[in-house]
């Protein structure tokens, strides 16, 4: 009996220092797992009942949960059942909200691979904007910090939507841009109005010197019974409805649609003003209705908002990208917003000088690496035809300044030369029809720049168009019955009944700027 005493005194005496020790371990290894996230202790907030229950009753034992949906989500996929696929997309983000190559994945398959299964222009924007929600919506709330969500986000914005790979882009551009008029409230909204903005209703009414109280009741008086319904009355239309009372000012009612429109923002779109307004500052007046704008946003926002010691290069790299198609085709033109077909992207004068600014600091930041010297080498060379192509002449005569001076050596001519030397190799080498499509594509141009009221493009299209038209035929002056061009008034006028009949304009009512005026550089030089 003593010596089984004895055993167990002994084991009690060495086993306790020992579950001590493990105790001790334990509660470090615990905090060191909670420091470097090695577990997902996030707590699922809106989430649907099942999913609550299973969070609560499985516990750490969630992920065999979302490795089950994952499986569903393929078998949905594969029988084309693509709503249910969304649903337990879902829930997988809801399960494993830390889990960024998760989410991102599933949002790019349904902007991407389950877009395009659709033969519908609008069943494809619809699978592309659901893939762009989940990651705004859901993904980036609950893991605010991580850099990834943003980068996935920015590049569906200028890949998916900006680029001209998928047959719909120009759908998906055409009815992102409606979609956020109607939120702005115009093509070009004031900015500032929106920073300065009420952020409550509690600040709204104190603005307009209104308890909230009196406010409902006015609300009530017109057949609403909530600030919900008044609220919900607004966005379906992007207007104010009309409120038969006279206490509010055209100065508050400023003020009431303004807020309107800030929160509508920030609550459907997660867009904040204040952002938009400190990135216009930064790089110049972007316009909002393009997704090159909101890849520079959301990239943006991944550096602003990221952990500390996250990797943020991915997100400066896609301001670079998204500066870059700013500066070239970032400004927006439509004439009709119900017919796709009649949008145009043009260059946005405005950016040039930031991208300049963003790819001199990286040549200076890599040591003068060779690729970013290039990179502005040319970009410079874009920006300085394309000036001169819209008729913005004294722009181009500043930027080819600017290359002379950044790269001398290089060129040694004039800026019109420089800006001709393409027209005129392709004129040199162009068969009948190229130089037909080509005068003809310029005069359409000229046409469609005049209907929107650039008469500097316009006037430019029309001196490009008889220019290259001009030095076609001097090319081939010897065989001019074989090969000349039909006289520049056919070419006008047969272009005048093509933008009239395709854009359903009346290309006679439209005036294009007088083209004798001689303009300030010599377009038929060809020397």
Known sequence: MKKIIKKFIITVIVILPLLVSISYIQT??????EEKQLIDTTVVENATPMIAFITVALGSFRGLAADFLWLRVNEMQMDGKYYEMYQLSTWIAQLQPRFSGSISHLAWNMAYNVSVTCSSHKDR???????????RDQAIPNNPTDPVL?????????????????????YYKNRMAIELMQVFGSADPDWKKFVEAPRTFSDLCKEINITQKEFLNILKSNDFNSLKSFVKAFRKTGKIPKITTDAFSKHNLEL?????????????????????????????KLDWRLPSSHTIYWATK??????????????????SIGLHDAALTGKMIMLDPNKPYTFMAIPNFDVFDAVIAEDKKSVKDISGDKNFSVGLQNFLKDIIVLSYTYGKY???????????????????????????????????????????????????????????????AARASVNLAQAFYNMYLKQHSDDQ???????????????REVFKNSMGIDADKIIIPNTKRKPKINLNKNK
């Open 394 to 456: 004294s722009i181009a005569d500043k930027y080819y300044a600017m290359l002379e001076k950044e790269f001398p050596g290089f060129y040694g001519k004039s800026m019109e030369d420089f800006a001709m030397q393409k027209w005129k190799e392709d004129a040199k080498v162009a068969i009948l029809k190229q130089a037909y499509d080509v005068v003809s594509g310029l005069l359409y141009r000229a046409y469609y720049f005049a209907a929107a009221g650039d008469d500097d």
């Open 481 to 495: 019955k074989r090969v000349g061009l039909p006289p520049m008034k056919e070419i006008k006028k047969y272009m």
């Open 150 to 170: 943003y980068k996935e986000l920015a590049w569906i914005y200028i890949h998916k939507i900006g680029n001209v790979m998928d047959e719909a882009n120009l």
């Open 302 to 319: 991944g550096i602003e908002n990221a952990g500390k010691g996250k990797d943020t290069a991915e997100c400066s790299k896609l301001i």
């Open 125 to 135: 924007w619809r699978w592309v904007n659901k893939g762009i929600a989940l990651i």
């Open 28 to 33: 470090r290894l615990n905090k060191i797992r």
């Open 256 to 284: 009431i649609e303004y807020f309107l429109r800030a929160s509508w923002m920030r609550q459907e779109y997660k867009l904040d003003p204040e952002t938009i307004w400190a990135i216009n500052e930064r790089y110049g």
